[in-house]
């Protein structure tokens, strides 16, 4: 009789047993959540590095690459690189129109890349990013390539002539309308002219002389250089 456990007693053990293994087991399935919860967080901070250094690595890949060209001097395809870099599409981006063109747009920046211009079909657009200034224009066919100014305030609108093959030039005001003023003569389409920040004159070659002539009528085109002259230049 007195080697019998008490029934009381034995529920008491019992229920201390059960208690703590079930505490036990509590824990080890917690400590498991726990180990696959830092393990989970360790596998996407990886990945968060891996994919910075990725786009750090792309991004110094591309400025080695620029930097090797201008050594080499093609100025030309540096420039059609980055170009087509600023162009390429970024989830920050603002899109320049909700409907593509027709032709193909023309993009050109301001020197301090601070102004914008660009043409859609028979359109040209100016904005200035800086002061928040927006201004269109109609042209008068769709162009073929444009010069800006230094400060992109007036730009050399180049249109293909059909018939000749040749190309004219029309100097306009990119802010307002107070500039429209074609050219006196017919050029190669091969090169370009250019225009004073002022918009007062616009340069251009015809036969590989260079010709100065003042936006204003009469049209009176100047020669201010001639080939055998620009030629010995080029040679010095």
């Known amino acids: 009789m007195k080697n019998k456990i008490k029934p009381y007693c034995f529920a008491i053990f019992l229920g201390i047993y059960l208690f703590s293994h079930e505490k036990i087991i509590s824990s080890k399935i917690s400590f498991f959540l726990k180990q696959i ?3 989970r967080n360790m596998i ?7 994919f910075f250094n990725f786009c750090k690595s792309s991004h110094e ?3 080695e690459e620029i930097q090797e060209l201008v050594e080499q001097e093609k100025y030309e395809k540096a420039s059609e690189k980055l170009k ?3 162009q390429f599409p970024k989830d920050r981006d603002e899109l320049l129109s909700a409907e593509a063109p027709e032709s193909t747009r023309i993009i050109e920046f301001s020197n301090d890349r601070l102004k914008l211009v660009w043409t859609e079909d028979q359109k040209i657009f100016f904005q200035d990013l800086a002061a928040g200034e927006n ?3 109609s042209l008068d066919q769709i162009p073929s390539n444009l010069s800006l ?5 007036y730009a050399l609108v180049e249109y293909t002539m059909q018939a000749s093959g040749g190309c004219r030039y029309v100097a306009i005001s990119l802010k307002d309308s107070s500039l429209s003023y074609e050219a006196g003569a017919q050029v190669s389409c091969k090169s370009r002219g250019s225009i004073l920040p002022d918009g007062s004159k616009i340069y251009y070659f015809v036969d590989d002389n260079l010709y100065e002539e003042k936006t ?3 049209r009176k085109p100047v020669l201010v250089l001639q080939k055998e002259k620009s030629y010995h230049l080029f040679l010095i």
Not at 44 to 50: A, E, K, P, R
Not at 149 to 153: G, K, L, T, V, Y
């Open 149 to 153: 100014s230094q400060n992109a305030n």
């Open 135 to 137: 201004n269109s224009r």
């Open 37 to 39: 919860f830092i393990k």
């Open 216 to 218: 204003v009528e009469p």
């Open 84 to 86: 087509e870099k600023l």
């Open 61 to 63: 890949t591309f400025i």
């Open 44 to 50: 996407l901070v990886l990945f968060g590095i891996s």
